[in-house]
């Protein structure tokens, strides 16, 4: 899907069932305690956060994945970072993601 709807229903979804965090010292306890299955930050985040995020992430293993106004999607404006706690959630996240960049449906999750 072009417009990303899938995506930012997961990623609704996902806050709703109280499986994502929100907001830079939430998401940071997260990813350094390993609670977070998955991360993400907004597109348009400074590069200072960008840096800080995928170096944590990496450090920790955990997936950093970019998405456009993720405060909208969540339903909490002007949040730059979020953590999925869920893998269920995450996979969902992940396939809608791919499905998102390549346009057609993404049967096979790792």
Known sequence: MA???KLRGALGLAM???KCAAG???C???IKGSGARLALLDANASDNTKQRYRGMCARAG???LEVEDL?????KPGRMIA???DEGFAKLILSAHRENDTGQN???VE
């Open 16 to 18: 709703k069932a109280g």
């Open 28 to 30: 940071e306890k997260l």
């Open 24 to 26: 830079d010292f939430a």
């Open 106 to 108: 993404d049967t096979g």
């Open 83 to 85: 953590a999925v706690t």
């Open 62 to 64: 955990i997936p950093l």
């Open 71 to 75: 405060g909208g999607a969540i339903g």
């Open 3 to 5: 417009d990303g709807k």
